[in-house]
């Protein structure tokens, strides 16, 4: 089988895992996990996400951060560019910002050194698969080039899988929250 094969075969599993566990399991220990998680940058510029379909929603573990970190949101630039994110304040209108996403459009521009990451599976070594669009991968990249960034992963257990294929350009996550806690990747990842 094809790397591109098994790949879509895997998020398709994963779309199929994430659905289920969407419509059966409680989100609020995510958020619980990750608010407590977050809170330990106090001061820092934290990127969440507006969520798509059946993705766990970050912003009830973000809002109660707006008092003591700086927040924003992903805008998106077509097929395999990077992201560029705007500041947001829980409340603020949301507007589309591609890929369906929704993002604060007037807000200025920020640049995250913690971000919250979408997905569609995980494995324990920090493999993140996305939709396939490259976003996130060229947006660590282009990050960490600047210098230290934390990205974790925020799913349900049931997005877990054993190990996932990767490639060159795949950027690791530090870990990943879900409402069973924070897995941090293996050392050295």
């Given at each position: 089988m094809s790397l591109a094969a098994a790949k879509a075969a895997i998020r398709a599993e994963a779309k199929a895992r994430r659905a289920a566990a969407h419509g059966s399991t409680?989100?609020?220990?995510?958020?619980?996990?990750?608010?407590?998680l977050l809170g330990a940058s106090?001061?820092?510029?934290v990127a969440g996400y507006a969520p798509i379909g059946t993705e766990i929603d970050p912003l009830p573990?973000?809002?109660?951060?707006a008092a003591t970190h700086r927040l924003c949101l992903p805008v998106t630039h077509g097929r395999g560019?990077?992201?560029?994110?705007?500041?947001w304040v829980p409340g603020q209108a949301l507007g589309p910002a591609g890929f369906g996403t929704s993002a604060p459009l007037e807000a200025p521009e920020l640049v995250p050194r913690v971000l919250v990451v979408p997905l569609l599976a995980f494995d324990r070594l920090g493999g993140r698969?996305?939709?396939?669009?490259?976003?996130?991968?060229?947006?660590?990249?282009?990050?960490?080039?600047r210098g230290p960034v934390q990205a974790w992963g925020l799913?349900?257990?049931?997005?877990?899988?054993?190990?996932?294929?990767q490639e060159p350009t795949d950027q690791p996550l530090d870990g990943i929250v879900t409402e069973q806690g924070v897995l941090r990747s293996a050392p050295g990842i």
């Open positions: 409680d989100p609020a220990p995510a958020h619980a996990a990750l608010a407590a106090a001061g820092q510029i573990a973000l809002a109660p951060l560019r990077p992201l560029s994110f705007r500041a698969m996305g939709y396939g669009a490259g976003h996130y991968d060229r947006t660590l990249a282009m990050l960490r080039a799913a349900y257990a049931a997005q877990e899988f054993d190990a996932l294929p």
